[in-house]
């Protein structure tokens, strides 16, 4: 960082930069990765980051959990050197 290796703070050992994909939770300190070919079960994933337009009304509880959540982003920053 800034021409020094990369502090514990800031990421070390290693930092991943994925652009255009939402950050809500940036975490510093990782216990474990886990890779899976679906979406998370949590309860943020679930019931959190979704956003509809005013005029849409889901019949149930279990019909809004279906819906995607919001994975992508537009980009709004810039990483300079």
């Given amino acids: 960082m800034n021409g020094e290796p990369l502090p514990a703070d800031h990421g070390y050992p290693i930092r991943l930069i994925a652009p255009g994909i939402v ?5 510093k300190w990782l216990g474990r990765i ?10 943020w994933q679930r019931n959190d980051y979704k956003s509809f337009p005013s005029d849409k009304n889901f ?3 279990e019909e ?4 995607y959540a ?10 300079c050197s």
Wanted: net charge negative; hydrophobic share 40%; glycine share 4%.
């Fill in 23 to 27: 950050g809500a939770r940036n975490v």
């Fill in 34 to 43: 886990v890779l899976s070919d679906h979406e998370s079960t949590s309860h």
């Fill in 59 to 61: 019949a149930t509880p």
């Fill in 64 to 67: 809004f959990s279906r819906a």
């Fill in 70 to 79: 919001i994975q992508e982003m537009p980009i709004q920053s810039a990483i």
